[in-house]
């Protein structure tokens, strides 16, 4: 049974750190390209960061670049996302998928909320 679970959401002030988890299971995790996304309330799902299967290539969002950071830990299975410097306009539920090909899996998404 494919999973994904996020977890690490919560309220921050701005200007504030989180760092999100999605712990994976249920697939050959190294061997997917692992990427967060995010949606706030009204707009579109947007990617926000990708990272190849052994962390080689990253990409981010123009809005993201120089405050969020992807990884991933193959041994554990887990793709992380550290966000820093966050902002209002970060404000969004955030979704961990792996991709292979054509197979995408999703997780439940984890709220962010930044808000003084």
């Known amino acids: 049974q494919v999973q994904l679970v996020e977890s690490g959401g919560g309220l921050v002030q701005p200007g504030g750190s989180l760092r999100l988890s999605c712990a994976a299971s249920?697939?050959?995790?190294?061997?997917?390209?692992m990427s967060w996304y995010r949606q706030a309330p009204g707009k579109e799902r947007e990617l926000v960061a990708t990272?190849?299967?052994?962390?080689?290539?990253?990409n981010y969002a123009d809005s993201v670049k120089g405050r969020f950071t992807i990884s991933r830990d193959n041994a554990e299975n887990t793709a992380y996302l550290q966000m820093n410097s966050l902002k209002v306009e970060d404000t969004a539920v955030y979704y961990c998928?792996?991709?292979?090909?054509?197979?995408?899996?999703w997780g439940q998404g984890t709220q962010v909320t930044v808000s003084s």
């Open positions: 998928n792996a991709r292979r090909h054509f197979i995408d899996y």
């Open positions: 249920g697939f050959t995790f190294s061997n997917y390209v």
């Open positions: 990272m190849t299967t052994f962390g080689g290539t990253t």
